[in-house]
């Protein structure tokens, strides 16, 4: 039987970019997917990198921080080594802030009518006040795509259909995994697994699926530059003219049906703001799971079990968190010390939670 030093459960963009930086380190990768790689939660999301959101729980801002840093210089590799183009813009956000939110700022950070008319047009009818910072977007679907051929550039190998269904053990050690066609052999597996990580033994991660609906328009003239958001709805403008509207936060299951009521909803939010955008054509609707935990935070880095690693929960992060995620698990695979504190994501706090509930 063939070996691997590696398997990585999961095409995302969290596991393909994992599998690339242990390709970079000489380490020999398999990947698995339950389907087509990149086809889930990282074919929905829209790709706000919010690096230094007050909205990102306290344990995790020096990861977004860290991570949103190293966009630029990750996207350069992706592309040179893939020969593609991943659209990472960083023309800003602008946020529509709620009265409530707009009593808390500084008054010297909010714009005047005349300056949000300056700086986005479309927008300026707004009656909200707004602020603006400086934060990327990328596009997750060229991203996912480009990480995957950069992958099999560095010799890494992707496997689609491949639904994992454990992980083997001999003596109490990670000796493979099965999957529901066949087997296959290494000593150290990862699971990237997303909203579907705690459906495979020997651990039950809390990971459960958070439904996010959302739709695409497109306009004959250019609409939008800036990345727009507010209470109630997030537009996002792509470089290739498609401007994205979302999106939902449902606990449903792993129903990813779309529900009309609610693209319509949001689509009606979006013109509220930007009323040109009545005139767009909606090019595609979609729904994806997210991979939420019950805290809200990541679970990084090894588990009881001999060479089972793990990295999964990314919420609503998992685009932002993706280069540092992969740093750092290549490092805790690989024996070295991670740059940065992984304590607050470790799987032992959901462990020793349940002991104490017991």
């Keep these: 039987m063939k070996t691997w030093d590696v398997l990585v459960v999961g095409a995302g963009v969290i596991g393909l970019a994992i599998a690339r930086e242990l390709s970079k380190r000489g380490?020999?990768?398999?990947?698995?997917?339950?389907?087509?790689?990149?086809?889930e939660a990282s074919h929905a999301a829209a790709g706000m990198l919010v690096?230094?959101?007050e909205e990102n729980p306290?344990?995790?801002?020096?990861?977004a921080s860290a991570s949103a840093r190293a966009y630029p210089e990750f996207v350069h590799e992706i592309e040179d080594e893939s020969h593609s183009r991943v659209d990472l813009r960083s023309d800003g956000t602008i946020i529509l802030l709620s009265r409530e939110e707009a009593a808390t700022h500084s008054s010297s950070k909010l714009f005047t009518a005349a300056e949000l008319a300056e700086i986005e047009p479309e927008v300026a009818g707004s009656e909200r006040q707004a602020v603006r910072i400086e934060e990327r977007s990328v596009d997750p679907r060229a991203l996912t795509a480009a990480l995957l051929k950069a992958c099999l550039h560095r010799g890494a190998e992707v496997a689609s259909g491949e639904q994992v269904t454990s992980i083997n053990l001999i003596d109490s050690r990670v000796s493979g995994v099965t999957t529901q066609k066949t087997a296959y052999a290494a000593n150290c597996v990862v699971n990237c697994a997303g909203a579907w990580s705690g459906k495979f033994p020997p651990h039950t991660f809390p990971t459960r699926p958070v439904k996010g609906q959302?739709?695409?328009?497109?306009?004959?003239?250019?609409?939008?530059?800036?990345?727009?958001?507010s209470p109630e709805v997030y537009i996002v403008p792509r470089s290739d003219g498609r401007i994205l509207i979302g999106a939902s936060i449902e606990e449903a299951g792993y129903d990813k049906r779309v529900v009309?009521?609610?693209?319509?909803?949001?689509?009606?939010?979006?013109?509220?703001?930007?009323?040109?955008?009545?005139?767009?054509?909606?090019?595609?609707?979609?729904?994806?799971?997210?991979?939420?935990?019950?805290?809200?935070l990541p679970i990084l880095g090894s588990t009881q079990t001999p060479g089972y690693f793990v990295a999964t929960g990314h919420y609503r992060d998992g685009i932002l968190l993706t280069?540092?995620?992969?740093?750092?698990?290549?490092?805790?695979?690989?024996?070295?010390?991670?740059?940065?504190d992984l304590r607050s994501f470790s799987a032992q706090r959901f462990l020793q939670r349940d002991v104490r509930a017991s």
């Design 27 to 39: 380490v020999s990768v398999l990947v698995l997917d339950r389907g087509e790689p990149g086809r």
């Design 51 to 53: 690096g230094d959101g």
């Design 58 to 63: 306290e344990q995790m801002r020096a990861l």
């Design 214 to 229: 959302m739709l695409a328009v497109v306009s004959r003239e250019p609409i939008l530059r800036l990345v727009v958001r």
């Design 260 to 296: 009309p009521d609610t693209i319509q909803r949001m689509h009606r939010e979006a013109i509220k703001l930007i009323p040109a955008l009545a005139e767009a054509r909606i090019l595609e609707n979609w729904a994806g799971l997210r991979p939420g935990t019950p805290d809200n």
């Design 323 to 340: 280069p540092i995620t992969a740093q750092l698990m290549a490092q805790v695979i690989t024996g070295e010390s991670p740059s940065l």
